[in-house]
Every structure is written in structure tokens, then in C-alpha cells.
């Protein structure tokens, strides 16, 4: 796999991982649903910092 498709998989499990969270517990302030937003958000930064570098050279 390319870093690219490495990455995107790490978005969709973490994406999935922040959805189940939020489906278990309705508080968004929970710490444990922070941190897995967080963890996506930095994610998904890569992910575009990545893209953007392969289309500058």
C-alpha cells in the first residue's frame, strides 16, 4: 500500500472508531470522544499535507 491509501485507511478506521463513540454515548465533551476526534483531525491534516506536498513535486 502507498502512504496515500495507508493514510486513508487510518482515516476510515478512526472515523469509524469516533462514530460508535458518539453512537455510545451522547456527550461530545467526554474526554474519550475528544481524543478520538483529535486523533482523526491530525489524520486527516496529514493526509492533506501529504496530497499537497505530491502536487507541488
Do not use: F
Not at 29 to 48: F, G, H, M, T, W
Amino acid at each position: 500500500m502507498t502512504e496515500v491509501e495507508l493514510l486513508l485507511d487510518d482515516i476510515e478506521k478512526l472515523r469509524s472508531t469516533l462514530q460508535n463513540l458518539i453512537k455510545d454515548n451522547d456527550n461530545l465533551l467526554d474526554p474519550e470522544i475528544i481524543k478520538a476526534s483529535r486523533n482523526l483531525n491530525q489524520a486527516i491534516v496529514s493526509y492533506e499535507n501529504l496530497i499537497n506536498e505530491k502536487r507541488k513535486g
